[in-house]
């Protein structure tokens, strides 16, 4: 099995609704984004994927998080904009782009707002 990680990030605000403290206030963060995909096999030229593709598909999807308010970009209307929705949010997202590459799964989505906090998504 290889594993293969790329890291990318965007900024953005948001404020967390429901939420008692500071947070629930209006703030931003630089976030950073660890995608993680996993493969049985390489192809024809012995990669499992081309990190410039990986790249290029994960920043096509965080471009439209990138100096934004997260509160108004769907899916985050209805779900709150959190470390750990926004990790899923991408997971998922991800694995349905990745569909095509047949032997890449995405194994993880680690969305870090601060350099000390983070949050991973995965499935079992």
């Known amino acids: 099995m290889y594993k ?3 890291e990318t990030s965007f900024a ?3 404020q ?3 939420y008692k403290g500071k947070c629930e206030n209006l703030h931003g963060h630089n976030w950073k984004v660890q995608v993680s995909v ?3 096999k390489l192809n ?3 990669i499992a994927i081309d990190f410039h ?3 290029k598909i994960t920043n096509n999807l965080v471009s439209s998080l990138d100096h934004k308010y997260l509160n108004d970009v769907f899916p985050f209307t209805e779900k709150n904009p959190s470390s ?3 990790a899923r949010w991408i997971f998922e997202s991800l694995k349905e782009k ?3 590459y047949g032997n890449i799964k995405i194994s993880a989505v680690t969305i870090w707002e601060s350099e000390t906090a983070s949050a991973t998504y995965y499935e079992e």
């Open 4 to 6: 293969l990680m790329i």
């Open 12 to 14: 953005s605000a948001h």
């Open 16 to 18: 967390l609704r429901g």
């Open 38 to 40: 996993k493969a049985e």
């Open 44 to 46: 024809d030229i012995d």
């Open 53 to 55: 593709d990986l790249k």
């Open 84 to 86: 750990e929705n926004i």
């Open 98 to 100: 990745l569909s095509s």
